[in-house]
């Protein structure tokens, strides 16, 4: 992959950021415009309170009236500095008659909108300098941006236009919509659990003092069950958003090609593996990310993950972007899919077309581009898959696995396989620090790598390096889809900010 299309993206980020940077400064900048114009009539609006004070003073009853305009314009105009404070005070001495405490305040009241004049200058100055600089920086990071998001979209064209015809169309804002919802879905969904991990612990600590207290602790354990109620329907309302948004937010094909622009991971099964690779790891409290989810999240280190979908579902199933091949001529084109990908990780199982595409990817493409991943149970597989190799893998010697993946299979160059079990590792450390650790996994297990999740991602990482790969950072990636979801929530909340700051600036609301 070249430089320019592993570069695209980050350069794209900075880009984004320091234009969003960029646009916060101008609009502050403006801000601090408008302030200073608006009190530009300061210095004559003081010396209008002055005199109006002293005609009030000397029992002018209509005065009054002005004192009060001059103070309501301060309120208005003013920032929030000395001037606005001293007027404020003067007023409130007038109104009581204490009219030497009111002269002396507007005494100071001209001095103070001096200098309240040079610090809105000196603001305004210190902004526009600001925004002139930024918009320079934006500028200059946007121009190699979008070259490099030309080039990253140029190197993804052919595998684009090979699955665009096999995607049905969606309307543009679909995903933007759904991708909002998830946002928000996990927004109550962490804040559910958060709420449980809270209130259990409160819970256990009310019922140690309960005998000091019977009345008081009984109302507390009353006002905690309410709020645990409370925790636990947020945490079911996040769930059901997610359960809802999540595949109508899931990126075709073509647009995950797109988007990354490397040559990409594809993933072939059986169908009738779908339903198993949709569950979810319960040994992780709170999760609801899939095995499939979760490996395709490991595989990203290498490229986008693409794989065909089964014909006739009604919304595409969680983790590889899918495509959807006709029904009665799919083996040219999976065969095209072999050839313009970088990396084919097959899963085992059955049916015969998996054994096909298993024939296909050994005859045909080099050893090193295949990963076999292995069910739980890998003698269903071991005397076939021996069938189609010139070395026998000896998967008979490989345990049965608990979870879905019990075994990853790589091939050198002479198609000698290296067989790499999948075994849990678990944390046996018990410091403190570790103890603390654990206890904040606990609390937000949805974030939280599973057991199995990471020891699969373990194996295939050890079989890429197997086969002459650097070390990818495979592990660190499971979950990274839902990291991804997030950080699309929060960069809208500081879109929505950003209309908010502009709709201020042009006198909106």
Known sequence: ?????????PVMAIAIVTTYIALHVAITAGLDRQTRDRFHDAP????????ALDRYAGGDQPARAEILERNAWFERNAPLTASRSTIATATDHAEHGRFPAAREQAGKLAAETRQDQQKLDQDLDSSSTAALWWAVAAGALIVPSLWLRHRRRAAAAEIVEAVRPFVPHQPWWRRPVFLTVSAAGYGLFAAGAIGISTLERGHRLTLGVLAHSMLGSLLTLGIQGLLLLGSLLVLWA????????RPRAARGAP???LADGRRPVLYLRSFADDDIAAQVDDAVPLNIHSWEEQLVSALTAFGPVIAVGKPGEPLPRLGAARCYLPHDDWQPEVRRLMDLSQLIVLRLGAGEGLWWEVEQARTTQPARKLLLLMPSD???VADRLDEHLPTPTRLD??????????????FDPDWNPHVFPVKPTPDTRNTLAHRSIRAVKRALGFLVLSVPARSAARAMKA??????DRKPAMVLRVNIGMLATLGKGLLLIAALALLVRALELAGVG
Request: without cysteine; glycine residues 8%.
């Open 463 to 468: 079989a890429r390096v197997s086969v002459g």
């Open 397 to 410: 010697e490989v345990a049965t696995g608990d979870h879905w993946t019990s075994a990853v299979v790589a």
């Open 255 to 257: 647009q995950a090609l």
């Open 44 to 51: 004559a609006q003081a010396a209008a309170f002055a005199a």
């Open 238 to 245: 996040g769930f059901l958003t997610l359960r809802y948004s």
């Open 378 to 380: 890998p003698a269903d």
């Open 1 to 9: 992959m070249s430089f320019g299309v592993r570069a695209a993206r």
